[in-house]
């Protein structure tokens, strides 16, 4: 047998009840006008809720015998019944009435106490949680980013672990792509290991995990990528894709880049795992971009072929039946699913509960008020703005669909965050023209030595445009100079260093 015991400000309207969640796991439901908990789990209390729950199961079963059977009737506990012995979690709403129930009630601080609300992970948020419920040193919470339960001690570690990255990356005056790409790095700086056979595989996935341990695989990559995004105020969202023909799946982080430095705005695709360090060795990582900041459709070409997709996608008869619904204003002549995925979608350019969310909602709910003029749902419903929707659906569908970003601009922003990085970790990364060249290599498949080669020795060269354009484009960068710039900055930190 197992017992949780619930607190909630909400149940000062009823009184305490007991109730079988299933088998042999009882809750027990308390509010701030509840007496101190030895006297709610005494005895001779538990048996007059297990009386009032089963009188009050009998008058519903005689109003309607399909709202509950016999089954669900409790049978009575033993007369030397210690509930103390069989409780399981103590779990609590986030409120102030709750603290304070704990804290005039210490010996609940012996059990495991419990927050089961997901939370975004923010220093703002633990350090609320914190000051509310100080004093109350086993209480957990669910973060998301996590499978299971942390204390707060631990909620403050994760936060310390994604913050010192964001707050390298907020150190320099970098633009939101400059930004991402140097975030990217610092995540994808570590080697993809799946924990051992016989472990806990949620050691290499959640966040909380793989921010402090070695493991770490597709789900805890990307759960660092995204939480450290949140943390530069940069929209993301990750989602999952399954491998065709099998349960064994990936995860992607998906970003509106909103950067008006470069003109770049529209969703892309960023894969960290596909792009981090594949042994300890490894060099050349560092000067690999291929699943950096691609479009939709460069992205579908894998996707098409290896996964079953999972994402929500806007299809071209979708916008076209938005649309439609748009010009019309009907509820009818838009599908339960479109709704759905377009408030899904949405949810990444205009966060949760937007226009699209209620009108998703407005459609689950449609059956309640139909086209009745005088239904006050209904008349809601249409004083909805839906000129500034259309507008609004324009933006997203286009910024959706983004086109793929010039490598010249992307080359403009791999320049300026590499001597970022060679200035704040000299000893990992090099700003020269070796590096350039292997960015290109690995990121563009362009040469730069070969073609060099090739220019001089009249060789007959093989034909690629794009490699051309950006080989010209980057002739007009004086790389020599860039790089004795940095190497004076440089020298004259370590002055500065060496005087303090």
């Known amino acids: 047998m197992k017992i949780n015991v619930e607190f909630n400000k909400y149940n000062s309207f009823c009184k305490d009840r007991i109730n079988r969640l299933f088998d042999d796991y009882y809750c027990i439901s308390i509010g701030p006008k509840s007496s101190p908990i030895t006297e709610v789990l005494s005895n001779k209390n538990i048996k007059k809720l297990i009386e009032n729950h089963n009188k009050n199961l009998k008058q519903f079963m005689e109003m309607d015998p399909d709202l509950c059977s016999e089954d669900d009737i409790i049978v009575p506990f033993d007369e030397d019944f210690n509930a103390w012995d069989y409780i399981d979690k103590i779990i609590i709403s986030e409120d102030e009435e709750s603290a304070q129930y704990i804290r005039e009630n210490p010996i609940l601080n012996d059990y495991e106490i419990y927050i089961i609300d997901e939370r975004v992970i923010s220093r703002e948020d633990y350090e609320q949680l914190s000051q509310k419920f100080k004093g109350i040193p086993n209480l957990r919470v669910k973060l998301c980013g996590n499978s299971r339960f942390c204390l707060l001690s631990e909620y403050k570690e994760t936060i310390e672990g994604i913050e010192k990255i964001s707050n390298t990356v907020k150190k320099y005056d970098l633009s939101p792509i400059e930004q991402i790409m140097f975030a990217y790095d610092l995540v994808r700086n570590r080697v993809y290991k799946e924990v051992g056979e016989n472990e806990d595989k949620s050691n290499s996935r959640n966040i909380s995990d793989v921010l402090k341990g070695e493991n770490i695989v597709c789900v805890g990559f990307q759960e660092i990528f995204s939480n450290v995004l ?271």
């Open 230 to 500: 949140n943390q530069l105020n940069i929209s993301n969202e990750i989602y999952s894709i399954r491998k065709k023909g099998s349960i064994k799946g990936h995860v992607r982080t998906k970003v509106l880049v909103d950067d008006d430095k470069y003109d770049i705005h529209g969703v892309y695709y960023f894969d960290p795992t596909w792009d981090c360090k594949e042994n300890e060795q490894d060099k050349i990582y560092q000067n690999r971009y291929k699943f950096f900041a691609m479009n939709r459709e460069d992205m579908m070409r894998y996707d098409d072929v290896l996964y079953e997709k999972k994402s929500p996608i806007l299809s071209q008869e979708m916008i076209d039946e938005f649309n439609k619904f748009l010009e019309t204003k009907d509820l009818r002549s838009l599908s339960f699913s479109t709704a759905a995925k377009v408030a899904k979608v949405s949810n990444l350019f205009f966060g949760e509960f937007s226009l699209f969310d209620s009108i998703f909602t407005y459609k689950q709910i449609e059956t309640d008020f139909g086209n009745d003029e005088d239904d006050c749902i209904y008349k809601e419903y249409k004083n909805m703005d839906f000129d500034n929707i259309k507008k609004m659906f324009e933006t997203m569908v286009m910024q959706y669909n983004s086109t793929k970003i010039d490598q010249n601009k992307l080359m403009d922003a791999i320049l300026k965050v590499r001597k970022v990085e060679s200035y704040e970790f000299p000893e990992q990364y090099d700003f020269n023209h070796k590096t350039i060249n292997s960015i290109l290599q690995n990121s563009f498949g362009v040469n730069f030595e070969k073609r060099l080669l090739f220019s001089i020795f009249g060789y007959e060269r093989f034909k690629d445009e794009e490699g051309d354009e950006i080989i010209k484009y980057l002739s007009t960068k004086n790389l020599a100079r860039q790089e004795e710039e940095l190497k004076l900055v440089k020298a004259l930190r370590k002055v500065l260093e060496s005087k303090r």
